[in-house]
């Protein structure tokens, strides 16, 4: 930020008049303000769709319960319509200056709007011709729980203050709640044995966006550090309950995380967004070194 500011003022002294000046230093900002290649997945919503639908598969398959393709589909279709519409709602609800992905909502909000009302309805058509009752089911509920959450942080903005973490946490459960539908559709009476694998996801989605909310917000708009404590206790403990691939993953991505925000010092706030969601990644890696 500093590089470009001194650049520009730099080159606003140089030109044969100051409209020219103006634009030369104008062009250089806009020019080193490009967004890098791999920041795109970001803005364009597609890393939480790609890390739903992997740990939707790896869970699955850890419980050796097989997924209909339509419900890989659905879910993809169902995460970024959602995450298109938040972001649309913060961008309209909040300063649009604050993230890149904020901005981009920000300034394409017709495009981002659109892409949410396109997403959402297919996911329901795919959903409906593709599978059978009880993932519908499953499906209603979590949306019930998301319609709920929507409620909760975008109609109580004033209220999200004296609970801090509360989007984060939310958004971990909801996540994972989503992901296990395939499982929760297929559960009997008893607890099932996939539970504390399900519940040590959600510990580290929760950790995920805490993190990256703490890397982001300024510290009095942040969740506290004991937020980020709970939701990665929750996941290493689950996951000592879970299957052992899974606990690999699990405990992987906690570890990552981890030591992501060791190095956040060195990392750039951009490249941080990035690796956060690249380090949910790890069933990948357990399925090839398994």
Not at 92 to 110: I, K, L, N, S, V
Not at 219 to 228: E, F, H, L, N, Y
Not at 245 to 261: D, E, H, Q, R, Y
Request: aromatic share 8%; charged share 10%.
């Amino acid at each position: 930020m500093f590089a470009r500011a001194a650049a520009a003022g730099i080159l606003s002294g140089y030109g044969p008049g100051s409209g020219d000046r103006s634009r030369l230093a104008e062009s250089f900002v806009a020019v080193t303000d490009s967004r890098p290649w791999w920041l795109w997945p970001n803005l364009l919503s597609l890393d939480a769709p790609a890390v739903a639908v992997v740990w939707q598969r790896f869970l699955a398959a850890a419980a050796g319960v097989e997924v209909p393709v339509g419900a890989t589909v659905a879910l993809a279709l169902v995460v970024w319509g959602i995450y298109l519409a938040d972001r649309w709602l913060d961008a309209r609800g909040g300063p649009a200056g604050r993230t890149d992905r904020h901005r981009f909502a920000a300034r394409y909000p017709q495009a981002v709007a659109g892409l949410a009302a396109v997403a959402l309805p297919a996911a329901g058509a795919v959903a409906g011709v593709d599978l059978p009752f009880a993932y519908l089911e499953a499906g209603g509920t979590v949306a019930v729980v998301s319609v709920g959450y929507f409620a909760v942080v975008h109609l109580v903005r004033s209220r999200r203050a004296a609970y801090p973490g509360l989007k984060e946490s939310s958004v971990g459960v909801v996540f994972a709640a989503g992901v296990a539908i395939p499982l929760i559709a297929g559960a009997g009476a008893a607890v099932p044995g996939w539970l504390p694998g399900v519940a040590a996801f959600a510990g580290v989605c929760g950790l995920n966006c805490i993190l990256i909310s703490r890397w982001e917000e300024v510290p009095a708009a942040a969740p506290p550090g004991w937020a980020a404590l709970a939701a990665g206790g929750l996941a290493a403990g689950a996951a000592v309950a879970a299957s052992p691939p899974v606990a690999a993953a699990v405990l992987a991505s906690v570890g990552l995380l981890a030591g992501l925000n060791v190095a956040r010092i060195w990392v750039s706030t951009r490249g941080l967004r990035v690796l956060a969601d690249a380090v949910l990644l790890t069933p990948l890696a357990v399925a090839v070194l398994a």
